[in-house]
């Protein structure tokens, strides 16, 4: 790993592991459980995402000399731990869902069984890239979901809080089937079909639109989408015809337009009608510009003409759930389950399974000892990485990853697919596991 | 440079770059302004960041063997394409307000006069860059005026959105004068103190809340902050001051405790009483927990015996504006000024100086050939960059900017500094650039 990544890391991860050092007790086995705590508004589930990274994270996880020397630097760690950690490595386990799975509140996406010390050191990392592979792929599943068979398209990277982000979500965009990626980088590492037509600022390094097009058209050919909105969008229509004319001349069918502002649906159905009454059919229109999964929703109900959808900021940010409330927990320690009772902040104690109804009428959360809730229940968590090294469930590519979100899609109930987070999942507690839960809060009020 | 931080692109900046290389354009001079459209709701203001970053990219800018493969591998692009970009570097020039620096809506944060191929390349990690730290530095600074002179620290590692968000929070942390982050790569990266407490899980992983105060206090005496609220927190309190006294009879004084739960306001001013007739008037209360900066000013209104704000989520996600407006838009090439003008996407066309009044009585947004407005106004926009290299003024220090920013923000008119965004900046067109643009849609009308 570029070294400086092991540092990626709370203070305290730390002055904890020093602690724990100190009084012996950095081999003792925890488990950690990772899990979101509520929907955000709108959602009525989740697609976990992450896990592979982490992983990946978890099995580089070393500290070179320039890291320890930066450790040093802090003055606050003892010579004990620096030279712990330059000779540290990840050698727990994680059960995880697979990646695309889909998830409700409280169910754990990972749990980490580990030595205490390496469990903890891994809670920055783990939460970060869970809590932002989860949401985004979440985010990418519902727009994928609203365009009802029509290309979706990430446009974010200008647009992602940082190119991590803008990776990870070219990253979720393969995983949940989206059409294609603006970012280069992203497109080249996950292997997803790049994607892009003009900015405005194409057209208007030239004398005039027509002139802007026929320069794009004449090196791009059936591969050319054209802006036609940066002045005026039916002048811009026009040209577009102009412009495809001449390349139909030459034996060369345009690939579409594109619309970047105003009432998309109203200047897609003038346009559509536009070149279909000038002779083409097939060029596809492309909107863009401000849309996220709703306005995507609306556009496909009114019967827009558009064959695609370019989508930035939403995808990136969306504004009703930006981030996921997600938290990484200490559930059991030398095998005993412990639950923390913060208000508002429980979190249900143990190392854990969760069963899947195979027709989907419920979730069991149930402590992993436990045998499965009936036959018709299949587990979700399963073993990816042991001792430190992926197991073979652990390295499924991203392309395997994206068939078992497809499967799962599909059959998901139609009312948890709904963008206005209305369908509800059950999540039942096991009676073992309720049972260790009122166990811990009788022997704290004892 | 990474290499493959050059492919932090989206594909049309490639396939413009083709087309002006096809068409002999790719050297036509161009600028290329950078600003905010609008300010989200809330905010009166913005504080400038990210420019450093950007400006490394630039001077760093190559592609090397295995990018130039990786774009050939796209199948799209012309080998005389690929031939050039394996030769290019940045040969522009960069004005910019320096970091740290308020700015307004429309105001230029940047302008890149560059050959057209090379400042339309450089748009999506400018734009990416500049948004993210632009909206971060803001809501930083936000937090710290919130706290009123109490301190306030970055802990949200966890919850930004991916590795790169969580870097630069700690770098804008920095830059804005927070007390420090828990992030420990951003700590020694960027020069902050590095912070931190202990997590719910180590006080659960010993046998009672006491044996785990007792364990970190053993090891980090008085830098010992010990988290009281993992079950009741006044009961917390009195661990934490049964702790207190067995180190002060060792001759040793603890720092603090922390409250991550409940209503911090009522549990700060209990345990503030509780610790002062224990003899403790000096240990300090830190508060986490879904703080925004909204809530910090609530609890300093109510006079709350807060010492320090621990701040996670929201200063990497704030709910009311967790993204920013941002555009990179073509505003002159050959000289000539343009601008775009599709339905609620206008720009200021030309070369820009961006002038304020000393008093602050008002900005002047006027051409960057205009002379000053008045000789009360001075200009924000710097070279920063000549000729693809950092001038002097492009390589001031990161406490450089944090000294100019604190001025900037020690003399910003208080209406300004609110959190309800109430306060409003005037920013004047000069009548030059009005006229400009006035001449720009009569040309279009006509």
């Known amino acids: 790993m570029p070294g400086s990544e092991a540092l990626l890391v709370d203070l305290y991860e730390l002055t904890m592991a020093d602690a724990y050092r100190r009084q012996g007790l950095a081999e003792r086995p925890a488990t950690f459980s990772l899990f979101v705590r509520e929907l955000p508004p709108g959602r009525s589930c989740l697609v976990a995402a992450g896990i592979d990274d982490v992983l990946d994270w978890l099995e580089r996880l070393s500290f070179g000399p320039e890291e320890i020397a930066g450790l040093e630097r802090l003055g606050l760690l003892s010579r004990e731990l620096l030279e712990l950690l330059a000779g540290l490595r990840f050698t727990g386990t994680v059960r995880a869902v697979p990646e695309g799975t889909i998830v409700f509140p409280n169910e754990p996406i990972l749990e980490v069984d ?109 591969r050319t989408v054209l802006l036609v909105d940066t002045y005026d969008t039916r002048q811009g229509v026009e040209h577009a015809i102009t412009v495809a004319r001449e390349a139909r001349a030459r034996g060369v069918e345009l690939a579409g337009i594109r619309i970047d502002s105003g009432d998309l649906g109203a200047l897609a159905r003038a346009a559509r009608e536009a070149l279909d009454a000038a002779g083409f059919p097939n060029l596809q229109i492309v909107v863009s510009g401000g849309l996220d999964e709703h306005a995507i929703a609306r556009l496909v109900a009114s019967g827009a003409p558009i064959d695609a959808f370019g989508v930035g900021a939403s995808l990136a940010l969306p504004r009703e759930a930006p981030s996921l409330d997600t938290a990484y927990k200490l559930v059991e320690i030398d095998g005993r389950p412990v639950r ?107």
């Open 114 to 222: 580990a030595p205490i010390l390496q469990a903890q050191l891994a809670e920055t990392y783990l939460l970060n890239q869970i809590t932002l592979q989860t949401a985004l792929a979440t985010t990418a599943a519902r727009c994928r979901e609203a365009a009802a068979g029509r290309a979706v398209v990430d446009f974010a990277l200008r647009r992602t809080p940082g190119t991590d982000a803008g990776m990870k979500l070219a990253r979720v965009a393969g995983l949940v089937g989206l059409a294609g990626t603006s970012n280069v980088a992203g497109a080249l590492r996950y292997g997803l079909p790049a994607s892009g037509t003009m900015a405005h600022s194409f057209v208007q390094a030239f004398a005039n639109e027509t002139d802007a097009f026929r320069a794009y058209a004449a090196l791009f050919g059936p």
């Open 340 to 446: 923390k009772t913060s208000p508002g902040k429980e979190s249900w104690p143990g190392r854990k399974q969760v069963w899947r109804a195979r027709d989907w009428s419920e979730d069991v959360l149930a402590l992993a000892s436990e045998p499965p809730p009936g036959a018709g229940h299949v587990p979700l968590l399963v073993e990816v990485m042991r001792d430190g090294r992926r197991t073979e469930a652990g390295r499924r590519t991203l392309a395997e990853a994206r068939a078992h979100f497809a499967s799962q899609w599909a059959e998901l109930p139609a009312a948890l697919r709904r963008l206005d987070g209305a369908g509800k999942h059950p999540v039942r507690i096991s009676p073992a596991l309720a049972a260790a839960a009122r166990a811990l809060a009788a022997a704290r009020d004892a």
